[in-house]
């Protein structure tokens, strides 16, 4: 198959209004292009199925998937067509699985190969709609194989090393009970004793705190009677 000039060439370029004519004609080729695909990204209209809520259309589309279908024998052009006529009744995506005989992810990739784009991307949303789910914690959307959300796991990642360092505090109090904050703060890491003390608020230690201040100022209350003796 022979391929003329025009197959090789470059995709036109269109310069967006936002950007500056000084730097479209200074920058690269690629530069250019990013700029141009970021422009389209943000000026896309946002996809519409069915004039209907998605969190209806995946639950409908769960319930179609999960009943026995009769796969239908239809072509690219009659699937199109099917498919253009069911969106355009308002059809929802339970009588498009019903009459097509395909589930959501074999009519996204259909419409794909298809070169349309529109139908594909309108069926590829809820597909990952249905491929996720609430965080149990705060109900954040994810993916169905994750247990919590990212922010989720953070803060109880945060929690365990916090429990950990609690810990070590217990002990180094058993030890001495007279530890001062800075130096307990020395033996963890932290650059002052502020740090482990903003630790025990988040960790709700008060009674740590108050362990910690009673040291304090024992420890200031002897400093400041030797200077006083040292004075006299």
Not at 20 to 41: E, F, T
Not at 95 to 116: D, F, N, P, Q, S
Request: charged residues 30%; contains cysteine; hydrophobic residues 35%.
């Amino acid at each position: 198959m022979s391929r003329t000039p025009d197959d090789l060439s470059a995709p036109p370029q269109t310069r967006p209004p936002h950007i500056s004519p000084q730097w479209w004609y200074r920058a690269s080729w690629r530069a250019r292009q990013q700029a141009v695909d970021a422009h389209n990204r943000t000026t896309r209209p946002a996809d519409r199925t069915c004039g209907t809520d998605i969190d209806n259309i995946v639950n409908a589309a769960r319930t179609a998937e999960a009943q026995p279908m009769t796969p239908a024998e239809l072509d690219d052009a009659a699937l199109i067509e099917t498919i253009e006529l069911l969106l355009e009744d308002g059809a929802p995506i339970d009588r498009i699985i019903a009459t097509t005989g395909r589930k959501v992810g074999a009519l996204e990739a259909r419409m794909r190969r298809a070169g349309r784009l529109d139908l594909s991307r309108q069926l590829g949303n809820i597909r990952n709609a249905m491929r996720r789910k609430g965080c149990p914690h705060c109900g954040k959307s994810i993916w169905s194989g994750a247990t919590q959300c990212g922010t989720c796991a953070n803060k109880a990642s945060s929690a365990k090393k916090r429990e950990a360092k609690v810990a070590v505090l217990e002990m180094m109090l058993e030890a001495d009970p007279f530890l001062n904050v800075e130096h307990a703060a020395a033996r963890l890491g932290y650059s002052s004793g502020n740090g482990v003390q903003q630790m025990l608020r988040r960790a709700e230690r008060d009674d740590l705190l108050d362990v910690f201040a009673r040291n304090s100022a024992r420890a200031g209350a002897r400093v400041t009677s030797k200077r006083r003796e040292r004075a006299a």
